[in-house]
């Protein structure tokens, strides 16, 4: 079983939809919780960094953390054309996140105009 | 944001030559580079963490003799990789930490290996 569980997709909606991300974990050890999003060709970049179980908001984007459950999520709303990429989640279990970064296998979204 | 880059984007080469890769940080010093390798629609695999002035420290499974690495510079890392082999083609993407910062990695843009 891998560590970090993530349906590679694709998945296509049309524009103005909210679109669900999510990535399951196993390892209890995860604390910090990131997502990223990756552009064909290109370097991942941060979206969203969260800590603590709950919603955390920035713009379009919502990222969900229930540890209890082992399940994050990554929520967008009014999706644009923009936002078709694929989308990483990545965890660690020290503050130290670069240290030690888990990645989940990715999701490929296609917001079609 | 900080800016990390790579060279060259893309590489082709034979079969028993070795290739450099360069990663830099270019308006921003990074005490710590990584090395990362992706497949297609694959997740990206950790492969070392890269420290100026040290030795790097290689995952489990990683062979150093032939995936080598230099942390020169607080803005320079390169990852050589030594007789190249067609399993060796990949998306190689490197990593920095801010010097001082809150410990978020800023990923370079990648470099597409092919080995033929």
């Known amino acids: 079983q891998k560590e970090v569980e993530q349906d590679p997709g694709p998945l296509s909606v049309p524009e103005g939809a909210i679109v669900s991300l999510n990535c399951t974990y196993s390892n209890s050890a995860f604390q910090y919780f990131m997502w990223y999003r990756q552009y064909s060709r290109k370097g991942p970049e941060l979206l969203m960094y969260t800590y603590s179980s709950g919603n955390k908001e920035d713009g379009r984007f919502t990222a969900q953390v229930d540890k209890s459950s082992k399940y994050i999520s990554l929520f967008i709303r009014d999706s644009q054309p923009s936002d078709s990429a694929t989308y990483l989640c990545a965890m660690s279990a020290t503050r130290r996140a670069g240290n030690m970064l888990t990645f989940g296998g990715g999701t490929r979204l296609m917001v079609k105009p | 944001g900080a800016v990390v880059s790579q060279h060259p984007s893309r590489v082709i080469c034979k079969s028993g030559t070795s290739v450099k890769i360069e990663c830099r940080s270019l308006d921003f010093q990074a005490t710590t580079m990584f090395w990362y390798r992706q497949f297609p629609k694959k997740s990206l695999m950790l492969m070392a963490t890269s420290n100026e002035g040290s030795k790097a420290t290689y995952e489990q499974g990683v062979e150093k003799d032939k995936f080598l690495i230099n942390h020169a510079s607080l803005t320079l890392s390169t990852l050589t990789v030594t007789s190249a082999h067609p399993e060796d083609s990949s998306f190689y993407i490197c990593?920095?930490?801010?010097?001082?910062?809150?410990?978020?990695?800023?990923f370079g843009p990648g470099t597409r290996l092919t080995v033929l």
């Open positions: 990593s920095a930490i801010l010097a001082g910062g809150n410990d978020e990695q800023f």
